[in-house]
């Protein structure tokens, strides 16, 4: 059975949404407090925080699914994942200049952490590449 759209219109849509809003809401929430664990060495509890924030994001993306965001047709998906490694492919330009201008505002390791971010969406771009090629899609 299809999940998507399957909330759309029905009398549990509000609840759906609710979850959808916690789930989400809850892994940006996660990803905020690993960042700070890192900082002060609770590398364990950021773990810990990481794997549940995955799980969270995964289960925000499935009852958007159920709400009907998002698209269900196969070509589409392919256009959309087309769209993000065409932003991951993209993004070191526009990376780089934000670091700069955080550079010349004298916070080198704030730019520090945004230029560590640039192989990581590089990387990003070359795992979607990986899966076009499998499948024998195009980027362009």
Do not use: C
Not at 11 to 35: N, P
Not at 38 to 62: I, K, P, V
Request: glycine share 8%; proline share 1%; aromatic share 8%.
């Amino acid at each position: 059975m299809a999940f998507y759209g399957s909330a759309k219109g029905a009398s549990f849509e509000d609840q759906i949404r609710l979850l959808h809003t916690a789930e989400v809401k809850g892994s940006e929430e996660y990803y905020v407090l690993i960042a700070q664990a890192r900082e002060h060495g609770l590398n364990d509890l950021a773990d810990a925080m990481q794997a549940n924030a995955n799980e969270d994001a995964a289960h925000g993306g499935r009852y958007a699914s159920m709400l009907g965001e998002g698209v269900s047709a196969e070509d589409a998906i392919w256009d959309r994942a087309r769209a993000f490694w065409q932003a991951e492919a993209s993004a070191r330009p526009a990376l780089q200049s934000i670091a700069d201008k955080v550079r010349a505002a004298g916070r080198d390791d704030i730019a520090d952490a945004i230029e560590d971010t640039i192989p990581e969406e590089e990387g990003h771009a070359k795992r979607l590449e990986a899966v076009f090629k499998a499948h024998g899609k195009t980027l362009k």
